[in-house]
DNA sequence: TTGAAAGCGCTAACAG
DNA sequence: CTGTTAGCGCTTTCAA
């Protein structure tokens, strides 16, 4: 059998309560007790019982982290692990453990959420994704269960503490960047709609091609999933266009991966051919033939910053709702070129 | 407040403990009661308390997952949310949630572990890597706590169920790939020397150095981190010899990475004038310039299989001990070339 | 400064 | 088939 307050507040003739308050180092205990309950504690081996004290506290020390999709497909996407790395990090400052429950479905992912929620199992919740129209933010505000999404919410922006990039801007950013180049075809590569973070990049990609008084088509707007399959079959119908683009803003570099594959199969050479420039910057980016100009997000940060302000909400109920913004930098790298218009009929 | 047992208990007018027992789905209640139960529990919104339930029942339905180093450094080198993904998908069937803990050195590793046995947050552990001489393990061992390894155990294979790859045939393997494409001076990169994985991969090595007739040399074998940073020292260790190896034999797809980096700063082509193998088969290996000859060691069946077992063990501690070995596959790609006598004179 | 005792919410003998 | 009761191991009033 394993010691237990009891057996330690015997050894060292105390009452468990005053073990209790040792352990939680309460100032009111005589420094020779402490000493003594200490020695106790050594001599058996004693570690205190989480489980219990978080059932008399109600409070776990752990914060749950609920992925979207099954964590199964989207671990592939290298962006999971990042910001749990940062998440990871600022956990650990504060002494909070990480808790994933994990399903495949919305419905398990939701059930998996109640259990760590109603079942007191963590203390805070970080969401890695915004959906729109997403159950799980109403289920959490309405229990007014501590929270912070990384992304932007997709509604009652300001009553949840959020960290997220200004990804509107980016995207404005990048198309700017590619039109600068004299690109005037340029398509966008998008992931799911329901995602939030699609709809601003989507957004701020439009706003770029009007401003620049070009003509922004529906048929240049493709959807697809956040993983290197989804990069294939959005090229295919691409360029199987009249028009095909010159340029594609990729949502993210997984995508652009599978883009980039797929156009090496078809014999379009990028950048000569057609220019590409994605999001998130993750390693493979960097990597890929030829390097990915993309958008660094700061993956990490993203993390880092949603842990610490869960934390805050955890332990004063009272933290003021924050929006955290990290900042982005487009990385230039070799996906991009300045278009010719001489080279597009000899090339295609 | 949120509605308890006795909430449920007195609204369907019967004892906690029947409440109790429908909801374990006890077979001993009328289906009567438990229609009536379960209607006083969904108009009450009622949850059962996990942490309660734990404290009572002594089961956590969490299993405990340990990183090397810190999560931090680790997560940067996708083999490990690869295993999580496997991880996670055999966990998710049975029903177990994943716990992680966070440290940056090993004491910090061991506190946490401690907190997660002795404070009874976990019900069995999955250890991602293996050390030599690992005190970790042997606490598990002493504690007779379930727990499973990936990679193989430094001691005591016999009381350790592990799931793992045969990395010594493996690495035995690659550089007789690389010795029957005539190459005679092959070195090795490998990683931290304290990880098992490494030695067995270098005796793989050795072995088959020494089988073919060729000299085995220690100024050939560089161990580094199992870091993008680690492949690049190597290699211009490597390429500052009278006699630098015509082929590498690399230990992690990652620091393969870094010394292809690094080669090709060098002006050293890949694979005209040294060939590359690997392992792990990342997806990062498919993507690099040139895409690396590397041995597939299946992540993510390792982290399944992994998931799979401890729980088996955790349900039924008389379960066996068991080795699992999951296969692996060499996967040619392009880094590797021919060995020609008359290219090195040329070249270097 | 310390102790006694009442919970936290659930489970599991034991009894009936 | 169901109720009573005693914990699980800790924290936290309330008293002293």
Redesign the interface.
């Known amino acids: 059998m ?1 010691a237990t307050i009891k057996d330690v507040a015997k050894l060292a003739n105390v009452a468990p309560s005053t073990v209790s308050r040792v352990i939680a180092n309460n100032p009111r205990i005589s420094e020779k007790t402490k000493e003594r309950v200490r020695e106790a504690m050594s001599e058996l081996g004693y ?9 008399a506290n109600q409070s ?1 020390q ?1 914060i749950g982290i609920v992925i979207p999709g ?3 497909k989207a ?2 996407n ?1 962006f ?3 910001v ?2 940062g998440i ?2 600022g ?2 400052q504060k002494h909070y ?8 479905t919305d419905a398990e992912i939701m059930e ?1 959420v ?2 760590m929620v ?4 963590v203390d805070g919740i970080i969401l890695l994704y915004s959906q729109v129209d997403d159950k799980l933010t109403k289920y959490l505000l309405r229990k007014k269960f501590p929270f912070v999404i990384v992304g932007k919410p997709f509604k009652d922006v300001e009553h949840i503490t959020h960290v997220d990039n200004d990804n509107y801007r980016a995207a404005k950013e990048v198309t700017e960047h590619l039109i600068q180049l004299g690109h005037e075809r340029v398509a966008f590569i998008g992931g799911n709609l329901k995602l939030v973070v699609t709809v601003e990049r989507l957004l701020g990609y439009e706003k770029a091609i009007r401003n620049a008084g070009l003509v922004y088509r529906d048929d240049y707007i493709i959807h697809a999933q956040f993983l ?1 399959e989804g990069g294939q079959a959005a090229v295919q119908e691409l360029f199987n266009l009249d028009e095909p683009p010159t340029a594609l803003v990729v949502a993210d570099d997984l995508m652009a ?1 599978g883009v980039l594959n797929t156009l090496d199969d078809m014999g379009i050479n990028v950048p000569n051919d057609v220019s590409v420039v994605s999001f998130n910057n993750v ?2 980016s960097e ?3 030829p390097p990915l100009t993309t958008v660094d997000i700061n993956i990490f940060q993203l993390g880092y910053e949603a842990s610490k302000h869960v934390i805050q909400l955890v332990e004063d109920p009272m933290d003021p709702i924050k929006r955290i913004i990290i900042p982005h930098k487009l990385m230039k790298r070799q996906s991009c070129r300045e278009y010719v218009s001489t080279k597009k009929t000899t090339t295609i």
């Open positions: 394993v570690h205190p019982n989480f489980i219990a004290r978080s059932l776990t752990a099954s964590a199964d671990f592939l290298p999971f692990p990042e749990i790395r990871s990090k956990a650990h453990a990480l808790h994933m429950s994990t399903g495949e998996g109640v259990q109603e079942g007191k199992r290197k991966l390693m493979l990597v890929s033939r």
